[in-house]
């Protein structure tokens, strides 16, 4: 006989690592299923977490009591807060990991997490009774049971490299490809796709003359990402900042047919904000040199990553390439870039608990869904741990809205609308952004974890005198006056004068402001946010009640489009092809108009979401 | 709302007899409809004229009840987008009624006002703006009504907006690269470019909404009032300017009691011209009560025209006029000119300023008149009606144009006190929004998608 869990988690990386963790906080027993325990939480491609939007995501994860935010803490080499010039809702925290360190954390983590259980080998196929997920069986015939499975398989799913005309089926560099699994995917009639990524080459440290660069120090003090993370005193190691060339350019057209992307070996489509050396020279003729940054893979490892310079050209070429750089005359290549293809199923596919539409039961989260980048996958790895466990238990879906969180933002645009290249993360596509700020990822969403059990008492009670803080706060600036004309102004007039910060009004002794625990600065962020930016906040929660009437009406599963009177044939399609969980949502779905919009709704409307439309008299 | 899903028929031409009347079908079964109306057996060939006769197969032998031209026009490539056909037979009411009577008792539905338009909204055919110019054309009075309604259909309003809409997306696509993409090493925009670029796009908005005063005088009309103490012809003048006698004009003072009022087409401006009891202090309690209408009428009407007596000379209740309406757009015509009178006085007399028109004219030998006609309408609508220049007239439009401009101003203004990207770009999101309420027209356009075709980015 053998064993059950309530979930099985396939894949150990990022969404893999968060739904084994969230589903355990959860109240579930988690089957965790991996080749290796070497390899949990990999970074097979850049080594750092965070950046615009991502950052966000992080913060996101950490409210709600994932792990990410505490592991990159933890083993960083160099912290940076991007757009710091710019306004607090667009900071973003990044951060240079020590790859080895972060996966070991993350490890060590999950292994003291009791609930979950590891399985070690790899998934041959998801296992159904009567159109649910009974549970997983290995290639190797091992069996195992569980009310839920999340697929977190990342790349592996007929996964191929390329290096020039070098192919071979694997998922990454040393790790075989999954193909088993994704045929069996395949058959439960889910829609799929063809991708593509690409790594640049590692080099070896010693082999690099750093006295050539610009070197890239990171942030006194540093700016963690995680709410219980106090000051961090580590010393911090730079980054160097390199610039192509005409020689480096002349060398790739040159040998532009003999990369995969050039030549009709690779067909899968790559992320146009994350492009191959090879198209910026081939697509940006006009831009003499481009920018490369040398970054550390760990503080004791000798790999140092090019990034900027993703590639798949043959070996040698690359090493040309590389050496035609200053300063990297005599670098050594110690792993050459490479491209690699890989299926997708279209995340359309997927409710916005990522459980799919066609098997109850069977969650995806990652890159399998068309997204890229670690914290994009970890966001979907929680989310669907979540909901994972919740189906197990018979608790309700748990969704966060667009107004929420970038959460919701991402998991409602993959499932409205797909992927037509890798999905990544950008502030941009956060329509209420000036709400969804790093400084108040936990007021909008530690109490939203607590209700369904992500949150532990400790990080709770921290949270509640935190927020009971902000509110003191916030109080006590709005509550102060300032000297002005004639008498006294509200200090809160000050305050929204361009360039008036509430740190430098607090010095000045205008205004008594507690401080955050160990210099916790998003502390004071948050309040001077909510006095300083009042109109357009409060401008913005406005545009969110506007729209709430929408998100709220329910469109029942299975809705069908097709009898709904005046709704295009593409349009049917497109609905039925989606399945929108609301009527917000289906206005979301490229090629609905808000004529069909209005249509939809007076039906689902009328018949309240209980009963189908009938045929009109 | 309709229900868009069954097939509608109505006839589609003016009620009242004609040589031609057209009855149109619209829906899914416009189709097998026709062919059972028609003594056609196939299915009528697309895009083709095919005569045809009418049967009315309740009477006893199925008789034809007219020859007809039969025009089917399969969607999605119609006028609706719905499969349509259209039937043209002779012009006679009760026969027209009789087909669409045969084709309800065949399943279709008598159609509501607008349904064809808005189904041809429903299905994409026309944005907001151009199924707002069909109902324009239909209801023009005057051929530049018509044009101007004609241009919005063809989408010279859409396309304004949308010119300035595309330039507003890319600023805003740059302004988002720039927050999404701190470390490309090079600006998106270039700063310091940001409000001018900004107050560009304003001032188009405000180009367009300059002639929307214009514009909705020729949309909707407008009324202009006769005035003038009793007895110095306003009547007269009135009948001169609507080409009949329709005011009672006699020679004693204070004839005309109601307001009378007729609707002419001032070269292609709908005037509802509005004549009015001379106001002056009288006992007489029906001629007061038009007094105080006229002054009413005076406090709705676009424009005045104020008649005096040349031949007679010039008195207070003259200069009580002038007073009344020295605020109001208007044109003094001086009236009588064709009467020798020793009592005439210099214009200089009037001492108006020097933008009042004056025009002489004499009602009664027509002189001047044309003179009249264009003075008042240069006073309503300024010179000619370029056709390269859009005109917007819709209340709607205008409202949403206005919000546009102000969303508009707010971001230029916080652009110059140093606000960065995301407030900028929240003001901007906000003109965004109205452009696209405007054309009822959600663009999916991806502000990331936008950036890629013209930025390498990504390290």
């Not at chain 1, 050209?313 to 300063?327: C, F, N, S, T, Y």
């Amino acid at each position: 006989m053998s064993r059950r869990y309530d979930v099985i988690v396939v894949g150990a990386g990022h969404a893999g690592v968060e739904a084994a963790h969230a589903a355990a906080r959860v109240g579930c027993t988690v089957g965790l299923c991996t080749l290796s325990r070497e390899t949990v939480a990999h970074m097979p491609c850049n080594p750092a977490i965070g950046g615009t939007a991502k950052g966000h995501l992080v913060r996101e994860i950490d409210a709600l009591g994932g792990l990410m935010g505490e592991a990159i803490d933890a083993t960083a080499m160099q912290f940076k807060l991007l757009n710091r010039s710019r306004g607090p809702a667009v900071w973003s925290p990044r951060a240079q990991a020590d790859k080895r360190q972060y996966g070991r954390w993350m490890r060590a983590r999950l292994e003291a997490e009791e609930h979950i259980g590891w399985i070690i080998g790899r998934v041959g196929a998801v296992r159904l009774e009567g159109g649910r997920v009974v549970g997983v069986e290995l290639e190797d015939g091992r069996r195992y049971g569980c009310g839920a499975v999340v697929v977190t398989t990342g790349t592996f799913l007929n996964g191929v490299i390329h290096v020039g005309d070098e192919q071979r089926s694997a998922g990454r560099v040393g790790e075989p490809a999954s193909k088993m699994l994704g045929e069996s995917l395949k058959e439960l009639g889910l829609v799929w796709g063809r991708l593509k990524t690409g790594t640049p080459p590692r080099l070896d440290r010693g082999s690099i003359d750093f006295s050539q660069f610009e070197e890239e120090p990171g942030d006194v003090p540093p700016v963690p990402f995680s709410f219980l993370t106090g000051l961090v005193d580590r010393e911090q190691t730079p980054c160097h900042i390199v610039h192509t060339n005409d020689r480096v350019h002349e060398l790739v057209r040159e040998n532009k047919d003999r990369s995969p992307l050039y030549n009709g070996q690779i067909s899968g489509i790559g992320p146009r904000y994350c492009p191959s050396l090879e198209d910026k020279v081939m697509r940006f003729p006009e831009r003499d040199r481009h920018l490369v940054f040398l970054e550390p893979e760990g503080v004791d490892v000798p790999e140092i990553y090019v990034s900027g310079c993703s590639m798949c050209l043959p070996r040698e070429v690359q090493e040309a390439v590389i050496h035609a750089m200053p300063g990297l005359g005599d670098a050594r290549v110690l792993r050459p870039g490479y491209a690699v293809e890989y299926d997708f199923i279209q995340p359309t596919e997927l409710r916005p608990t990522l459980e799919t539409r066609k098997v109850a039961g069977l969650f995806l989260a990652g890159q399998i869904n068309g997204t890229s980048g670690y914290e994009e996958a970890g966001g979907q790895g929680l989310v669907a741990g979540v909901n994972a466990a919740r189906r197990v238990r018979g608790d309700g879906e748990w969704v966060l809205g667009r107004d929420e969180a970038y959460l919701g933002v991402m998991v409602d645009d993959l499932t409205a609308r797909g992927c037509l290249e890798p999905y990544r993360m950008f502030t941009s596509r956060a329509e209420h952004r000036l709400l969804l700020r790093i400084d108040n990822a936990d007021l909008r969403l530690t109490a939203r974890g607590r209700e369904i059990g992500l949150i532990g008492d400790g990080r709770w009670s921290e949270f509640l005198a935190r927020r009971e803080r902000f509110e003191r706060n916030v109080a006590a600036v709005r509550a102060a006056r300032a000297p002005g004309r004639g008498g006294s102004v509200e200090l809160a007039q000050v305050l929204r004068r361009p360039g008036v910060t509430l740190a430098g009004l607090a010095a000045e002794g205008a205004v008594e402001v507690e401080a955050g625990r160990d210099g916790r600065a998003y502390e004071l962020s948050s309040v001077e946010t909510v006095v300083k930016y009042e109109g357009y906040l409060r401008r913005q929660t406005a545009t969110v009640a506007r729209g709430e009437r929408d998100e709220r009406r329910r469109i029942p599963q299975g809705f069908p489009y097709g009898k709904v009177p005046g709704l295009s044939r593409e349009v049917v399609e497109r609905l039925s092809g989606v399945g929108p969980a609301t009527l917000g949502q289906a206005g979301r779905v490229p090629g609905v108009t808000p004529a069909a919009v209005a249509v939809l709704g007076s039906y689902v409307r009328r018949w309240g979401g209980r009963g189908m439309p009938a045929a009109r008299d | 709302m309709f229900a868009p899903d069954d097939t509608i028929v109505a006839v589609a031409t003016p009620p009242g007899r004609g040589g031609l009347g057209v009855v149109r079908l619209s829906g899914p079964e416009a189709q097998t409809l026709a062919t059972r109306l028609l003594d056609h057996r196939e299915p009528l060939r697309a895009r083709h004229a095919t005569v045809s006769r009418i049967v009315d197969a309740s009477t006893p032998a199925g008789n034809a009840i007219d020859q007809v031209v039969a025009t089917s026009f399969p969607g999605p490539g119609s006028y609706t987008g719905d499969d349509v056909v259209e039937i043209s037979a002779h012009g006679s009411p009760v026969l027209l009624e009789r087909i669409v009577a045969l084709a309800c008792a065949g399943g279709a539905r008598l159609a509501e006002p607008g349904e064809f338009t808005f189904r041809a909204y429903l299905n994409g055919r026309l944005d907001l703006v151009q199924a707002e110019a069909v109902a324009d054309l239909v209801d023009a009075v005057t051929p530049l009504q018509a044009r101007v309604a004609f241009d919005q259909l063809e989408g010279t309003v859409t396309q304004a907006i949308g010119a300035i809409d595309t330039d507003l997306f890319d600023l805003i696509a740059r302004l988002e690269a720039s927050l999404d993409f701190p470390n490309e090493g090079y600006h998106f925009v270039e700063p310091g470019t940001v409000a001018q670029g900004i107050g560009l796009l304003r001032d188009r908005v405000i180009g367009l909404l300059a002639g929307s005063t214009r514009g909705r005088l020729i949309r909707e009309g407008c009324h202009v009032v006769i005035l003038g103490k009793p007895n110095v012809g306003k009547s007269s003048v009135f009948n001169a300017l609507i080409g009949s006698s329709r005011a009672i004009v006699t020679a004693v003072a204070g004839t005309t009691r109601d307001l009378v009022s007729d609707v002419i087409d001032l070269d292609g401006v709908a005037v509802t011209l509005v004549d009015s009891a001379g106001i002056r202090v009288t006992n007489d309690a029906v001629e007061a009560e038009g007094v105080a209408r006229a002054r009413q009428a005076l406090a709705v009407a676009s424009s005045v025209v104020v008649v005096l007596d040349r031949s007679a000379g010039l008195e207070e209740e003259d200069r009580s006029v002038l007073e009344a309406t020295a605020g109001t757009s208007r044109v003094v015509a001086l009236n009588k000119i064709d009467v020798a009178s020793p009592s005439a006085w210099p214009r200089e007399a009037l001492d108006l300023p020097p933008e009042t028109s004056v025009v002489e004219v004499s009602a009664r030998t027509g002189q001047g008149l044309d003179m009249l006609r264009s003075a008042v309408r240069a006073g309503l609508v300024g010179e000619e009606v370029y056709r390269d220049t859009p005109t917007v007239g819709n209340q709607r439009h205008i409202g949403l144009l206005e919000r546009a401009s102000g969303a508009l101003a707010d971001a230029q203004r916080v652009t110059q006190d140093g606000a960065t990207e995301e407030f900028v770009l929240a003001d901007l999101q906000r003109a965004r929004t109205a452009f696209e309420e405007l054309t009822g027209a959600r663009t999916p356009d991806d502000v990331v998608n936008h950036i890629f075709e013209r930025f390498c980015i990504g390290k």
